[in-house]
């Protein structure tokens, strides 16, 4: 069975950082590609980033280009958001996606992490 | 204007078809786009349905029934998810998206409400 479990979601002052994690397990982990999807409390979805299946080619939405950054472990079949420089409209629950390719969205996704920036 | 718009409510009564619209901006064309759709219940995480680009190019989710279904209106510059057969467990929001220019882009999704 398919599993992305996400984790890391806290509250966290703006200014601040934060790294998510997503573990993924019951596939072939290196074969896929990897997205962020975000979704803010009552709000649509929002794709934050992607990341192909060697980490080679990555891609991020203009509104966390040059705070964010994504990575991926495929040795313990992990995938990272970095987050820097959070604002209060980074509020949000943030699913980990696989898809077989980078110009493919994502065809499963996890439960999703819920990171707060708040003061 | 955004990318990709969606109205944000329709509605329809069991067993008729709802057709749910995602117009995109008027300087992307519909034509030359893979349109695909998510279905997302409360509390719960996007379920993917399916993709449209044309008759001869269209694909369905695992596991998703045959009564959900896409198309396109390019005289709406449009794509078009059709519901037949509603059921009540298709109530949920409905999400389009599309991949112009190097980024991944949602549409605001559509509440759909089974009555």
């Known amino acids: 069975e398919v599993q992305l479990v996400e984790s890391g979601g806290v509250v966290v002052q703006p200014g601040g950082s934060l790294r998510l994690s997503c573990a993924g397990s019951?596939?072939?982990?290196?074969?896929?590609?990897m997205y962020w999807v975000r979704q803010a409390p009552g709000k649509g979805l929002e794709w934050v980033s992607l990341?192909?299946?060697?980490?080679?080619?990555?891609s991020y939405a203009d509104s966390v280009k040059g705070r964010f950054t994504i990575s991926r472990d495929n040795s313990k079949h992990s995938l990272y958001l970095q987050m820097n420089s959070l604002r209060s409209e980074d509020t949000a629950l943030y699913y980990c996606a696989k898809s077989a390719s980078v110009s493919i969205p994502p065809d499963y996704w996890g439960q999703g992490t819920l990171v707060t920036v708040s003061s | 204007q955004p990318v990709l718009t969606q109205p944000p409510s329709s509605s329809a009564s069991p067993g008729e078809s709802a057709r749910l619209t995602c117009t995109l901006r008027?300087?992307?064309?519909?034509?030359?786009?893979?349109i695909y759709w998510y279905q997302q219940k409360p509390g719960s995480p996007p379920r993917y349905l399916l993709y449209?680009?044309?008759?001869?190019?269209?694909?369905?989710g695992s596991g998703v029934p045959s009564r959900f279904s896409g198309s396109k209106d390019a005289s709406a510059n449009a794509g078009i998810l059709l519901i037949s057969g509603l059921q009540s467990e298709d109530e949920a929001d409905y999400y389009c998206?599309?991949?112009?220019?190097?980024?991944?882009?949602f549409g605001g999704g559509t509440k759909l409400t089974v009555l």
């Open positions: 990341i192909s299946w060697n980490g080679r080619d990555t």
């Open positions: 008027s300087d992307i064309n519909v034509r030359n786009y893979n």
């Open positions: 019951g596939f072939t982990f290196d074969d896929y590609a």
């Open positions: 998206v599309i991949w112009p220019r190097n980024a991944w882009v």
């Open positions: 449209y680009y044309s008759d001869s190019d269209k694909g369905q």
